[in-house]
């Protein structure tokens, strides 16, 4: 059936709003120092007195989330006996640590999502879609499985690595001074809270917080429950990406009144939470769940699979907008046309789905999108678009510029002051800002290499995990660092890690001191992603201004930093035939290539 969509209106429509958040200061961050160092601070735990540690393990991980615990267990089943994670958090969960928000769920299905199901014996969540402390919970089961709060060091943030004498030196901000064979960075995209550099914002006189440092005490409640101090409270949310979708609902049940500040309106599809199934888990086979998550990810990927084993929003809607649409007698530009048509027809089903949710036609239009649907990450949700018919939840659009001041008594838009008592900032971590700033300190390498300097024009790496000049040690690829990338992250890391593994146990097998890239590998790897055809760059141009697209600024981002021109799938596969048949092609243990070589 052809579509009834008028292509050319749309396109403009598009690119109207493109234009209206087109700013070159739209991506200014403030730093979270001095008087907005506060922002940092752990309102769930208090930091215990201990005295600094001075001592040798085999092995350290930085970041004790999802990646952290998978780099860990990893490690022990190669043959590590003392791995130490460290986090600047109070407990093991990264990101689920931090994000205790009311509302708080993972949007990709929970039995993909919670690492380590099978190999710990955990019981699968009893939801689809599982609620945040479900997840911090299943976090602190891996971490106990794994003996991993033995050694483990929390409220603890690592200031410095440096390779000396054979091994890591590692220094943290508690006096620590400690070293470790292998090292490996696991801080996660989702670690340094974002704020945005607003004129006023340390003026406001009321209460404000991020989102990942929820201040219960001043909003009484907790996750699940009514935050009944809120009950006299006009409350902002700065921010309507995936975060905000989450909150505003049970803020609407428990403020006098919210007040959402939008910039750019998100895709909001229904989430269709369900209980888990526990007679269908009684019937799983051993390997059921990376099976599971390369299903996932072959379709989000747009690679064919037999059978969708996921069936929720992201594998529908991604299985249409992905897979090439195409047939042999068809043109390229009819294929794109085609692929356009798809993309819009699915816009129109999210702004319809608006229009049938949200009651007043006014709040109705504000929420809905226009931009390719790809420009942005989507939402899933079943209570957001419901929650602005309740008469306390007013939505402030911003007609795609933001905020443009925060005063004394509330935020400025458009020239009109809102008076607030609370702001809240759902407005997402640091992403894409130097790898360094985000993971907060630097890496000293082989012969005074420093690792910012290396990468001051974009990464080198060999596989996305390794760089040459630092030794036994890997990095946790975040996007745009050589490697892979997909929606289910975990996944990646599971993948990640289980490469991992292979590499320590034959350098272990081998008594080897330390590995690392050779010359040549990483140098091929690198051209490969240069020389990458962009193939993306006409439609990120445009698209609405987001992390995907630089903000809107794509020649600044570098060559280098780009992901594998693979498909997520496909670049696993790859990794896992390296492992299977290279002989660990590209990898140098004590300046020689490997000899023999431990089956995976």
Not at 199 to 223: M, N, V
Not at 443 to 460: Q, T
Request: aromatic letters at 10%; one cysteine or more.
């Amino acid at each position: 059936m052809e579509s009834s969509i008028d292509v050319d209106e749309i396109r403009r429509r598009y690119e109207q709003e493109r234009l209206r958040r087109s700013d070159a200061h739209r991506g200014d961050l403030v730093k979270l120092e001095g008087e907005l160092a506060h922002y940092l601070d752990d309102p769930y735990m208090k930091p215990t007195e201990r005295a600094p540690i001075a001592d040798e393990v085999d092995a350290i991980i930085v970041g004790a989330g999802f990646g952290g615990l998978l780099a860990a267990a990893r490690f022990k089943e190669a043959g590590l006996r003392n791995v130490r994670i460290i986090d600047r958090g109070g407990d093991v969960g990264g990101v689920w640590y931090w994000n205790r928000y009311p509302g708080a769920m993972c949007d990709v299905e929970s039995y993909i999502y919670l690492p380590l199901i099978e190999e710990t014996g955990a019981k699968l969540p009893p939801l689809k879609y599982a609620l945040g402390p479900m997840i911090y919970e299943h976090a602190k089961h891996v971490a106990k499985f794994y003996g991993l709060y033995d050694l483990g060091l929390f409220h603890t943030g690592v200031t410095k690595l440096t390779w000396a004498d054979g091994a890591w030196e590692v220094d943290t901000d508690r006096g620590d001074h400690m070293r470790a064979k292998y090292v490996a960075v696991c801080e996660g995209t989702f670690s340094v809270p974002k704020l945005p550099d607003l004129p006023g914002i340390l003026d406001f006189k009321g209460h404000a917080f991020h989102t990942s440092r929820w201040d219960y005490e001043y909003t009484g409640g907790d996750s699940e429950s009514v935050m009944t101090n809120l009950t006299d409270k006009r409350v902002a949310v700065i921010g309507t990406g995936a975060t905000a979708v989450q909150i505003v609902p049970p803020l609407g049940r428990s403020a006098k009144e919210v007040l959402v500040f939008q910039r750019t309106p998100s895709t909001v599809g229904p989430r269709d939470q369900k209980p888990t199934d526990y007679s269908w888990a009684e019937t799983l086979e051993p390997g059921w769940q990376l099976e599971r998550m390369r299903n996932f990810t072959s379709i989000i990927s747009g690679d064919p699979v037999d059978e969708d084993q996921v069936q929720d929003a992201w594998t529908r809607i991604y299985a249409e907008l992905i897979r090439n649409p195409g047939t042999p007698e068809m043109t390229a530009d009819q294929v794109k046309a085609k692929m356009e048509d798809i993309d819009l027809k699915t816009m129109e089903m999210i702004r319809n789905r608006v229009a049938e949710l949200v009651k007043d036609p006014a709040k109705a239009e504000a929420l809905k999108p226009y931009y390719y649907y790809l420009c942005k990450r989507p939402a899933f949700h079943d209570e957001y678009l419901q929650a602005f018919n309740n008469e306390n939840v007013k939505i402030v659009d911003t007609q795609g510029r933001g905020v443009e001041q925060i005063t004394e008594n509330g935020l400025l838009v458009n020239g009109v002051e809102y008076p607030v008592d609370c702001i809240i900032f759902a407005t997402g971590f640091e992403y894409g800002t130097p790898y360094h700033e985000r993971v907060g300190f630097d890496i000293v390498g082989r012969d005074g290499l420093v690792l910012s300097e290396y990468w001051k024009d974009g990464p080198y790496t060999f596989q996305g995990c390794m760089t040459r000049g630092f030794p036994n040690l890997f990095f946790m690829p975040q996007s745009n660092m050589q490697g892979a990338m997909n929606v289910d992250v975990v996944h990646v890391m599971t993948e990640y890690t289980m490469h991992w593994r292979h590499i320590i146990r034959n350098a272990e097998a081998g008594g080897h001191k330390e590995f690392q890239p050779s010359e040549a590998a990483q140098a091929a790897w690198v051209q490969t992603v240069v020389d990458q055809p962009r193939s993306d760059i006409e439609f990120q141009k445009k698209c609405t201004p987001s992390r995907f697209n630089n903000e809107g600024h794509l020649d600044e981002r570098s060559p280098l930093a780009q992901n594998y021109p693979l498909s997520t799938m496909q670049f696993f596969y790859m990794l896992e035939e390296w492992r299977r048949t290279a002989g660990l092609d590209g990898i140098e243990f004590d300046g020689r290539p490997a000899e023999e070589v431990v089956p995976d």
